[in-house]
């Protein structure tokens, strides 16, 4: 059986020619030594076009002197590139996660070379894609030349993400830990927000939950709850203590019954470690994860997303600040629709009520430039920390004095007035 091809970072990178698309395996998976020596070559290269979903580490090709020779091209901003990304140097794709994989399948983005990291070939020659499968696999089958690091440390996880050594055309050896991060300590207004979103969870409910505070302290409140099943985006640490007492087992769901169905994770050394060879954990495509044809099939799918902004007719903003693109559309309307449609679904958007300056996120108008993640014909339930309310059905007024009854008390006269100027009666 033919061996996987090694070499070093530094031979490897030299496949990246000038003015070729670049694809970037992203979260915990992000391979930084191949990025890191690729940035090395700057001085040689020009208009490399660098695509990703979210990435970790430091991303060197977005500052100077790299960034003369790299272009971002992201469907999705992390911190570490949201500088480049509203700048010359950069730009972002508004799309679904549900959809990106067409952008390779169909090659309305060829790919020349496809950065991944692995776990070891196991005796029958196949490598695992660790914890981020979401449109890695896609992009990899689309590219001409793929280059891996070859990595001890990458949990072996079931699912989609299994790739023979032989798609790999260049693998280089590392041994170093995939990213890690521990569970984010949740403040006052976190915990009281969690609160009220786990009231919202039903026993034998199938989760959609984000990374965070807030998804953390809903999830540490569902420990008297009952068979939970998990068909989500992405998960973290929370679900662990569930998992280990049995709140979490996934008997009632429909799809992979029994099964944690996810597209990437990204959390401790000790969730690794659980998802290592564990037969419970199927990680497949973020074009099956976010189908959300596949999601509504699911019973009692409770979607838990959060928002920058909300007007007071209901339109969410998620993605931007005004016209700044702070992240990305993602997979938020692929699960708002899938547990719209889900037989006794709940989609919930939560949020604190004021930003940390202390202006109000529920506002009278979205920003000049803000971008509608999610429609306001698609909202369900909003929670802040004063409370939940669901917009379903509701027309503008009612919306309206739903939402104002949520807002920060500060806040509560001013909206009041937008209102009267708006409809010309109080509501």
């Known amino acids: 059986m033919e061996k996987l091809r090694l070499t070093t970072a530094q031979e490897a990178v030299k496949h990246i020619k000038s003015n070729s698309r670049l694809f970037v395996q992203g979260a915990a ?8 020596a690729l940035c090395q070559r700057y001085s040689e290269l020009k208009a490399v076009e660098i695509l990703h979903l979210h990435t970790e580490g430091d991303a060197p090709y977005t500052k100077d002197p790299c960034k003369q020779a790299f272009q971002i091209n992201s469907c999705f901003v992390g911190g570490n590139v949201r500088a480049a990304v509203n700048s010359v140097n950069g730009d972002y794709i508004p799309i679904f996660l549900s959809e990106v994989h067409w952008l390779f399948k169909r090659n309305i983005l060829p790919i020349d070379v496809a950065f991944i990291q692995v776990s070891l070939p196991d005796k029958h020659g196949y490598c695992s894609l660790g914890t981020s499968i979401d449109v890695t696999l896609a992009a990899l089958e689309a590219a001409k030349i793929v280059i891996a690091q070859v990595n001890p440390n990458v949990p072996r996880t079931h699912g989609d993400g299994i790739i023979h050594r032989s798609k790999i055309d260049f693998g280089i050896e590392v041994n170093q830990p995939i990213f890690s991060t521990e569970l984010p300590e949740a403040n006052d207004i976190e915990k009281r927000i969690g609160k009220h979103v786990a009231s919202l969870v039903e026993d034998g409910a199938t989760l959609q939950m984000g990374i965070g505070a807030i ?24 679900i662990l203590p569930l998992v280990e007492s049995g709140v979490i087992t996934g008997e009632d769901k429909m799809v992979k019954a029994g099964k944690i169905v996810s597209c990437f994770a990204v959390g401790s050394e000790k969730l690794y470690r659980f998802m290592d060879d564990n037969p419970t954990i199927h990680m497949k495509e973020a074009a099956y994860t976010n189908d959300t044809a596949i999601i509504r099939r699911n019973p009692k799918v409770t979607a838990i997303n959060s928002a920058i902004e909300i007007d007071l007719t209901g339109q969410v903003c998620a993605d931007t600040i005004g016209k700044y693109q702070y992240s990305g559309v993602g997979g938020q309307m692929d699960f708002i629709r899938g547990a719209s449609l889900s037989e006794g679904g709940k989609a919930i958007i939560a949020m604190p009520s004021v930003t940390s300056k202390g202006l109000s996120k529920i506002v009278p108008f979205l920003k000049e430039g803000a971008g509608v993640t999610t429609t306001r014909a698609h909202v369900h339930y909003v929670v802040t920390e004063n409370g939940v309310v669901d917009l379903y059905g509701k027309n503008l007024k009612q919306r309206a004095k739903a939402l104002i009854s949520i807002a920060h008390p500060d806040h509560q006269e001013h909206l009041e007035k937008e209102v009267f100027e708006r409809f010309k009666s109080s509501v």
């Open 29 to 36: 998976m992000t391979p930084t030594i191949l990025i890191d």
């Open 215 to 238: 998804p953390n302290v809903v999830l540490a409140n569902l420990k008297s709850h009952k068979r939970l099943g998990i068909h989500t985006e992405m998960f973290s640490d929370g």
